[in-house]
């Protein structure tokens, strides 16, 4: 986009205004834009700043890279969460970035560039619209490694596509092709990987000019029901994933995990 200023600045977020139109990109490309605990922390903190943006009447956001984003750096909640501490400041932070995205003024769309894992499956939920590449898709694994998925997509995929097809893809953590992901409503449409970024933008100009309080207005009235389930289940899921995090059984199916991708790293390396 021509023009484009860079405003605020986050480590780990990219942040540019052009005109009416914000472009939010996760912007840890080698990770595949996995949060780190960095990268969580400014999730919670950089709505508010668009929110005060006088001039932002859409948001899109997106991936750096390959990526949408692969969730939780798995590496980074091993060696912190287990401190009762930390694990405070995470939680409180996933709480923030929820209840930020539903309630922030402008609407938000995601331009899913390419694998939204976890806590991107979850980001994607929490956006008002989402343009998917062709090669992209969703999934919650949360449960492959006995964690309880309760930051966006558990709880909103429900009232999205049903429950019994909900709970197929939580409890099977499988992945949602782009089409599919299309044909059951978790995204809008779906175009090629070269023209996501594109189409979300021009979606997004679309709604930026439109009248800016009654944009507003609508978005606030139709994310009740959003706002409903998160009252009613937001604390209860996130108290639910904490005890979880503390489980033995996440700590072993943690554990084996990292030693295979050692494993590979070695065999990679040797190759």
């Known amino acids: 986009m021509p023009g484009t200023a860079t405003s605020p600045t986050f480590d780990t977020i990219e942040v540019k205004s052009d005109g009416s139109i914000t472009v939010v990109t996760l912007n840890r490309p080698d990770a595949m834009n996995a949060a780190d605990a960095v990268m969580h922390r400014e999730l919670a903190e950089v709505w508010e700043a668009i929110g005060a943006d006088p001039a932002c009447r859409a948001v899109v956001l997106t991936g750096a890279g390959r990526a949408f984003s692969a969730g939780g750096d798995f590496p980074r909640m091993v060696e912190t969460q287990v401190d009762q501490d930390v694990q405070d400041e995470v939680f409180a932070e996933a709480r923030r970035t929820v209840h930020a995205m539903v309630e922030l003024p402008q609407p938000i769309i995601a331009a899913v560039n390419?694998?939204?894992?976890?806590?991107?499956?979850?980001?994607?939920?929490?956006?008002?619209?989402?343009?998917?590449?062709?090669?992209?898709?969703?999934?919650?694994?949360?449960?492959?490694?006995?964690?309880?998925?309760?930051?966006?997509?558990?709880?909103?995929?429900?009232?999205?596509?049903?429950?019994?097809?909900?709970?197929?893809?939580?409890?099977?953590?499988?992945?949602?092709?782009?089409?599919?992901?299309?044909?059951?409503?978790?995204v809008n449409s779906v175009v090629p990987a070269g023209e996501v970024l594109a189409s979300a933008t021009e979606l997004a100009e679309r709604v930026a000019a439109l009248p800016i309080r009654a944009v507003r207005d609508t978005k606030r009235l139709l994310n009740v029901h959003t706002t409903r389930v998160l009252t009613g289940l937001l604390d209860q899921a996130l108290a639910c994933e904490r005890a979880s995090v503390n489980s033995v059984e996440h700590a072993e199916l943690t554990r084996k995990l990292i030693e295979r991708a050692e494993q590979r790293a070695a065999t990679t390396t040797a190759q």
């Open 114 to 186: 390419g694998p939204a894992v976890g806590l991107g499956a979850s980001l994607v939920a929490l956006c008002d619209m989402a343009v998917a590449a062709d090669t992209a898709f969703l999934a919650d694994p949360h449960l492959g490694v006995g964690l309880v998925p309760a930051d966006g997509a558990a709880l909103l995929w429900p009232m999205t596509i049903g429950l019994m097809r909900a709970k197929e893809y939580i409890f099977t953590g499988a992945r949602i092709p782009a089409t599919t992901a299309k044909e059951l409503g978790l």
